[in-house]
């Protein structure tokens, strides 16, 4: 868009400049209405277009990078944007999974993959796109609660305590999945021009 | 014998507890409760072992919820041990509201009106 209007620009000013340069050729005295005149009217009205024109270019060239480096911004947030949305999908079948390992009463396999939930909640924690939602009192006390039930779980295999309030625990599972759940939504449909 | 920090930390903890600023949460432990802070969480838990020797738990949490120091007593530390587990009751009248609890009881029960409440009625004669 802004190619075509330098383009006309330019023509515009060719023709403007052709005819002032004749207007003046056709102004100065007989006497000094030469074909040398001429020549040196002319090809000094085409330097400075030229000039004009080079730099025209310039500006056009700039403009271009500053908007293939803002296309590449955009595709690097809109990746990160898809491989956020990625793990947190990830992350409620992980939730699904550990409340069926618990149901089955796979304790150790159940405490495996909340590690892995705990690691998935630390990375989003990271995300810069999602900070405004995590870096609050709440998300850190869902890690803090996940923390809590993984210590729990595991002294309960090791046999060190007895005794796990599994209602809770599954409690708190469904807790952190409706929090992921909620920032899942933020990312896939709040704010952001793609 | 217990460490210096966590002897600090007990005693702010006690001081705050009853000081009625501290919110204390229950955890997927009957007996466990947590306090959360901005930077990291505290549990306190109370159980018996397998032995029915009574043991009494704080640990330190940080903010990814990995346990970065705690302390276990158990009855044989005697001092040490009660020492804890007062913070440990603390914190559970806390959670339970044991004082709010009884304050309101005390109100109703000098206010002259009269206290308690009929069953609801289902309506019939009988």
Redesign the interface.
């Known amino acids: 868009m802004k190619q075509g209007k330098d383009r006309i620009l330019a023509i515009i000013i060719f023709i403007g400049g052709t005819l002032i340069v004749g207007g003046t050729f056709y102004l100065i005295p007989d006497k000094d209405q030469t074909v040398v005149n001429g020549f040196t009217l002319f090809g000094t009205f085409l330097s400075l277009f030229g000039l004009l024109f080079a730099y025209l270019q310039i500006q056009n060239i700039k403009t271009t990078s500053q908007q293939t480096k803002l296309a590449i911004e955009n595709s690097m947030l809109r990746i990160n944007q898809v491989l956020s949305i990625s793990e947190l999908s990830k992350a409620i079948k992980i939730i699904q999974e550990i409340q069926s390992f618990i149901i089955q009463e796979k304790h150790e396999i159940a405490l495996m993959r909340m590690k892995d939930l705990?690691f998935i909640l630390?990375q989003v924690k990271y995300n810069e796109d999602l900070a405004k939602y995590t870096n609050d009192?709440i998300y850190?006390?869902t890690?803090?609660?996940?923390?809590?039930?993984?210590?729990?779980?595991n002294d309960l295999i090791i046999?060190h305590?007895?005794?796990?309030?599994?209602s809770?625990?599954n409690k708190?599972l469904e807790n952190i999945a409706t929090t992921i759940t909620d920032l899942e939504n933020k990312l896939k449909y709040k704010g952001y021009d793609t | 014998m217990i460490p210096e920090n966590f002897k600090t930390l007990i005693e702010k903890l006690k001081d705050k507890t009853a000081k009625k600023e501290a919110i204390w949460t229950?955890?997927?432990?009957?007996d466990?409760f947590?306090l959360?802070l901005?930077?990291?969480?505290i549990?306190i838990?109370r159980?018996?072992s397998?032995f029915g020797q009574s043991i009494v738990d704080i640990?330190v949490?940080n903010?990814?919820?990995?346990?970065v120091d705690s302390l276990e007593l158990t009855i044989s530390d005697n001092n040490d041990y009660e020492y804890l587990v007062e913070l440990h009751n603390a914190a559970k009248r806390a959670y339970y509201k044991v004082d709010e609890t009884f304050k309101s009881i005390f109100k109703e029960l000098d206010s002259d009106k009269t206290i308690g409440k009929d069953k609801p009625s289902d309506g019939l004669p009988f």
């Open positions: 705990k630390i009192s850190n006390k890690i803090t609660d996940l923390g809590s039930d993984i210590t729990n779980l046999g305590k007895k005794g796990l309030n599994f809770s625990l708190n | 229950k955890t997927s432990r009957d466990e947590k959360d901005e930077q990291g969480a549990t838990d159980w018996e397998s640990v949490l903010e990814h919820g990995d346990n």
